[in-house]
């Protein structure tokens, strides 16, 4: 990876800047925040205090202008603040200026995701493709942001006639993105074998906005033991899982959870990954349906899989966490008829918009998952018959 790409060390204390403008409306960018300090927790920060800034454009400068620039180093200086995340991207000359207008070491969403990713990457095919988006998102800002990532030695030849230190660097990244970009071509060849020796079994892939309860329902589903927890990307590696239910064998695979403004470097290094779902029979859509928005989740997911090519699938959407749904919607002194009133109505929309292919679930207290096995041998049952038409028992 990287060396020193760690941005955030463990309980440094952040404080978060968002902008509102015309094409960001300042409710869209409180939900954005909320998700912000969320990464930020995620890779270990605290967060002090978010700061929001009216303009009718971002700043060229400092994206937040004068100002509000000085308002926050006031704060930074007085809290001892360590760390000023941005929510939208910045470019190089944005962080050099805000980086030495406020003293302290600034990243924008982007950087913070990339971060994420760093650390959760445990295969070499994770690691290359993050160190190959990390390299792609300092590229174009290293004239900004300039600092060396390696030391030359001196010497004749060192350098090019007339070459400068930032040409050099330049290069150099340049030289580091050829060299991953061949080792990620390798890799992916190896997976594309992998995947073709699974022979003729369906295969579905859970996918979905992050933390929105996929690891958990993997190992639900197939009795494996994958790594969840409750916080954002904690899957970052494809697994995949046979399962038999009623004697009828399918691979089941986890992957890796959409967000919002994820890096378009990263999806770019990542796709090799969604392989695992471009070529997935079907797909699990999981929802977390107590999340205040989730539906504009359900957007980021799906417009996601369009851009992968994979949105043309049959997709069975699994309204996860409905024990804590109920928990935020349903006050203490509201009556058991209304409350099954109100989850009928819940029910009898997304059966309308999905077509009656979705189910309603709690991967954590194991509620309504019958069904949902039940649902998936359907559909499973149903992709054979329509590839093997010839055959009247599959396995």
């Known amino acids: ?63 937040i202008g004068k100002g509000k620039t000085e308002e926050i180093k006031a704060y930074v200086n007085a809290k001892g603040i360590q760390l000023v995340i941005f929510d939208d991207e910045l470019t190089g000359a944005q962080i050099g200026n805000l980086s030495d207008a406020l003293g302290v070491k600034v990243i924008d969403r982007s950087d913070l995701i990339l971060d994420i990713f760093a650390r959760r990457a445990k295969t070499a095919q994770a690691k290359v493709q993050v160190e190959l988006a990390q390299y792609q998102y300092i590229l174009p800002r290293l004239r900004g942001m300039w600092k060396h990532l390696e030391r030359q030695g001196g010497g004749i030849g060192s350098r ?28 992916d060849k190896q997976s594309a074998t992998q995947r073709k020796e699974r022979g003729t079994y369906i295969r579905i892939a859970l996918v979905g906005y992050t933390n929105a309860g996929k690891s958990t329902l993997m190992n639900v589903l197939s009795k494996s033991e994958v790594f969840a927890e409750n916080k954002l990307f904690a899957t970052l590696d494809t697994t995949t899982r046979k399962v038999v239910y009623e004697q009828t064998p399918f691979l089941l695979s986890d992957t890796v959870g959409f967000i919002r403004k994820l890096p378009h470097h990263l999806v770019e290094s990542f796709k090799s990954t969604l392989d695992e779902v471009k070529e997935a029979d079907c797909l699990l ?85 019958d069904h949902l096995r039940k649902v998936i041998l359907d559909k499973v049952k149903a992709l054979y018959e329509e590839r093997y038409p010839y055959l009247t028992n599959f396995y």
Not at 20 to 35: C, R
Not at 334 to 343: F, R, S
């Open 1 to 63: 990876m990287i060396e020193n790409k760690n941005i955030i060390q463990q309980e440094e204390k952040a404080v978060l800047v968002g902008l509102v403008y015309k094409e960001q409306t300042e409710p869209i960018l409180t939900e954005y925040l909320s998700e912000l300090a969320f990464l930020a927790e995620t890779a270990g920060a605290k967060t002090e205090k978010i700061f929001f800034q009216k303009l009718p454009r971002p700043d060229s400068k400092t994206f």
């Open 285 to 369: 859509h999981v929802v977390d349906v107590s999340h205040p928005v989730y539906e504009d989740q359900i957007g980021v997911v799906n417009k996601t899989l369009q851009e992968i090519g994979a949105f043309n699938k049959p997709i069975i959407t699994i309204f996860n966490k409905m024990d804590l749904y109920e928990k935020t919607v349903f006050d203490e002194w509201l009556h058991d008829d209304v409350k099954t009133e109100l989850l009928n109505q819940l029910k009898n929309r997304w059966e309308q918009e999905t077509q009656d292919s979705c189910v309603f679930i709690s991967a954590i207290e194991r509620r309504n998952l």
């Open 160 to 187: 090019g006639p007339g070459e400068t230190e930032i040409e050099t660097d330049r290069r150099l990244v340049k030289d580091k993105i050829a060299l991953l970009r061949k080792r990620l071509v390798e890799i």
